[in-house]
C-alpha cells in the first residue's frame, strides 16, 4: 500500500531486478505525514507481512526513499510479520483503532480494531473484491483514506 504494485513482473518491481527503483503509491507518504501529525501524533505504526529477506529489502526501500523524513513516522514502528494473520497480535498489543490494508483476508483476522479500512489504491493488475464487508470500509485512494479515517478519528 506504500510501495506501488503497479509495476508487478516488470524489473522495476519491488520483487523485480531493481527494487529500489519502484514507486511509490501515489499519496501515500503525504497521507501518512498528515495522519501522523494529527490526529495520530507518534502513535502511527506499520504492521506488514514480510520474511526476512523482503522485511530487509523494505526496510532498505524505506530509508532510500525518506519514509522516516518525510512522513514523521520512525523505524522503531515500523512491524514485519511472517503471516498475515499474525498482524493481529500486533495490533491487539499496539491498541490500534484504525488499520489498513489492501486485503480482506488480513482485515478479517483484526476483531480488536474498531476501523478497518480496505485500501485498493496501488494494487496493479490485481482486482478488489467486487463486495466489502459491513465492518470494512473501502478507499481507492490515500486522499480518500486520510478523509475517512479522520472523521471516524477522535478529535
Do not use: N
Not at 514502528?77 to 489492501?102: I, M, N, S, W, Y
Not at 478479517?108 to 476501523?115: A, D, F, S
Not at 459491513?134 to 479515517?149: G, K, M, N, Q, S
Amino acid at each position: 500500500m506504500i510501495i506501488d504494485r503497479v509495476a508487478d513482473g516488470q524489473d522495476t518491481s519491488f520483487f523485480g531486478d531493481r527494487p529500489m527503483e519502484t514507486p511509490a503509491v501515489d499519496g501515500a507518504f503525504d497521507a501518512l505525514a498528515e495522519l501522523a501529525t494529527a490526529p495520530f501524533a507518534g502513535r502511527v505504526h506499520i504492521v506488514s507481512k514480510a520474511k526476512p529477506a523482503t522485511a530487509q529489502r523494505t526496510r532498505e526501500w524505506l530509508d532510500q526513499h525518506g519514509f522516516a523524513e518525510r512522513t514523521g513516522i520512525p523505524a522503531s514502528h515500523l512491524h514485519f510479520v511472517p503471516e498475515r494473520a499474525d498482524k493481529a497480535p500486533v495490533c491487539a498489543q499496539l491498541g490500534v483503532t484504525h488499520f489498513v490494508d489492501d486485503r480482506l483476508d488480513v482485515l478479517e483476522h483484526l476483531t480488536t480494531v474498531p476501523h478497518r479500512y480496505l485500501f485498493t489504491g496501488g494494487l496493479g493488475h490485481h482486482r478488489p473484491p467486487t463486495e466489502v464487508p459491513p465492518w470494512a470500509t473501502r478507499a481507492d485512494t490515500w486522499p480518500e483514506l486520510v478523509d475517512l479515517i479522520r472523521s471516524s478519528a477522535p478529535s
